[in-house]
T-cell receptor
Framework: GAVVSQHPSRVICKSGTSVKIECRSLDFQATTMFWYRQFPKQSLMLMATSNEGSKATYEQGVEKDKFLINHASLTLSTLTVTSAHPEDSSFYIC???????????FGEGSWLTVV | DAKTTQPPSMDCAEGRAANLPCNHSTISGNEYVYWYRQIHSQGPQYIIHGLKNNETNEMASLIITEDRKSSTLILPHATLRDTAVYYCIVRVALKTSYDKVIFGPGTSLSVIP
């Protein structure tokens, strides 16, 4: 079945640096992918919608200059956390819609720790 | 998309059926009921979805009331590995690839030995 893969699964970076997280649809093309973040003991919060070949759409309150999203191909979207701070430490999850199964598939998630 | 309400937490004895309710009283005629679960530190996992008929797969059964205002996810023989947060989501079918999904708080299911 359809699979969405994220990389890296865990990353530690220093405060002030940038870190990139990749999201790939492995056996289907995804013109749209979605990025979520999740803090401990909380639900997933939608950050932005990543559109292939065009600008991402950000949810209210999400800084587009801090969370850069690039969707350069039909199988890859990237989220770059720029000038990371400890409060950006979180679990980041991507998802993509699959027409064939009329459902949404999620990546395994990426743990970001900013020290 | 219609809003859903779920109990924040439930317990279930191992080997027994786990019945997780979801209320979606404002559901529209073209909206499906989806269930996902999230085991700690993993991405959400698809379980099942349905429109108005009851559905069953290898993981679970989905019972949707006749008026479609509520549904129940049934895990027939819960195991310790079923301990997770379960999310009930109501949304239209995928007419376009940019139909986004908004998560509520879900139900934290604890399966007890």
């Amino acid at each position: 079945g359809a699979v969405v893969s994220q990389h890296p699964s865990r990353v530690i970076c220093k405060s002030g640096t940038s870190v990139k997280i990749e999201c790939r649809s492995l056996d289907f093309q995804a013109t749209t992918m979605f990025w979520y973040r999740q803090f401990p003991k909380q639900s997933l919060m939608l950050m932005a919608t990543s559109n292939e070949g065009s600008k991402a759409t950000y949810e209210q309150g999400v800084e587009k200059d801090k969370f850069l999203i690039n969707h350069a191909s039909l199988t890859l979207s990237t989220l770059t956390v720029t000038s990371a701070h400890p409060e950006d430490s979180s679990f980041y999850i991507c998802s993509a819609n699959s027409y064939s199964g009329n459902t949404i598939y999620f990546g395994e998630g990426s743990w970001l720790t900013v020290v | 998309d219609a809003k859903t309400t779920q109990p924040p937490s439930m317990d279930c004895a191992e080997g027994r059926a786990a019945n997780l309710p979801c209320n979606h009283s404002t559901i529209s005629g073209n909206e499906y009921v989806y269930w996902y679960r999230q085991i700690h530190s993993q991405g959400p996992q698809y379980i099942i979805h349905g429109l108005k008929n009851n559905e069953t797969n290898e993981m679970a059964s989905l019972i949707i009331t006749e008026d479609r205002k509520s549904s129940t996810l049934i895990l027939p023989h819960a195991t310790l590995r079923d301990t997770a947060v379960y999310y009930c989501i109501v949304r239209v079918a995928l007419k376009t690839s940019y139909d986004k999904v908004i998560f509520g708080p879900g139900t934290s299911l604890s399966v007890i030995p």
